[in-house]
T-cell receptor
Framework: DAGVIQSPRHEVTEMGQEVTLRCKPI?????LFWYRQTMMRGLELLIY????????DSGMPEDRFSAKMPNASFSTLKIQPSEPRDSAVYFC?????????????FGDGTRLSIL | QKEVEQDPGPLSVPEGAIVSLNCTYS??????FMWYRQYSRKGPELLMY????GNKEDGRFTAQVDKSSKYISLFIRDSQPSDSATYLC???????????????FGTGTRLQVTL
């Protein structure tokens, strides 16, 4: 089975540029999560969706960050304009939320460097 | 105080040793607990999860939860060099059927198993 697929794996861009990160969740999963991981703060939840609807975006650091989930098989996280402090590894995870809380499965992340 | 506290390590042990990884949490509402393993430049992968106090065993791994003292542990028996990774504890709150719940992660403990 294909896991969570993220693209690109690496992104290096200059400050001020727009960055778009992409995620394809595991087929059949109805919940999707975006995380950011840094050495200082660890793994932080940015936003999550249930059945394509944003449920909690309280972790989104600023208005420069936005996320969409137009359908069950695709989500984007956009940063515009990007800043050096946005440099981190961004992970997408998905799970099935049914009668029991099922674990989240992670992609391998996008390593983002803003120069 | 962070909601989940975890010693960042690094923890270095010889091959064959028993490893003990620990987390404490501050919110009694959290009802289920997970351990994830993360190799370098990869996403976290689920090792174990448990809803209740007590021990849960899976091969060389044992997860222990003590809700009275808000303490969770992961024990690795007969540790192998392939166990060298960062171990993340996480906890969440059970929700109504069909609704995703948030996980809150510790910052991770880096483990090195040497030959």
């Amino acid at each position: 089975d294909a896991g969570v697929i993220q693209s690109p794996r690496h992104e290096v861009t200059e400050m001020g540029q727009e960055v778009t990160l992409r995620c394809k969740p595991i087929s059949g999963h109805n919940s999707l999560f975006w995380y950011r991981q840094t050495m200082m703060r660890g793994l932080e939840l940015l936003i999550y969706f249930n059945n394509n609807v944003p449920i909690d975006d309280s972790g989104m650091p600023e208005d420069r960050f936005s996320a969409k989930m137009p359908n069950a098989s695709f989500s984007t996280l956009k940063i515009q304009p990007s800043e050096p402090r946005d440099s981190a590894v961004y992970f997408c995870a998905s799970s099935f939320s049914g009668s029991n809380n099922q674990p989240q499965h992670f992609g391998d992340g996008t390593r983002l460097s803003i120069l | 105080q962070k909601e989940v506290e975890q010693d960042p390590g690094p923890l270095s042990v010889p091959e064959g040793a028993i490893v003990s990884l620990n987390c404490t949490y501050s919110n009694s509402a959290f009802q289920y607990f997970m351990w994830y393993r993360q190799y370098s430049r990869k996403g976290p992968e689920l090792l174990m999860y448990t809803y209740s106090s007590g021990n849960k065993e899976d091969g060389r791994f044992t997860a222990q939860v003590d809700k009275s003292s808000k303490y969770i542990s992961l024990f690795i028996r007969d540790s192998q060099p392939s166990d060298s990774a960062t171990y993340l504890c996480a906890r969440g709150v059970s929700t109504d059927t069909g609704t995703a719940s948030k996980l809150t992660f510790g910052t991770g403990t880096r483990l090195q198993v040497t030959l």
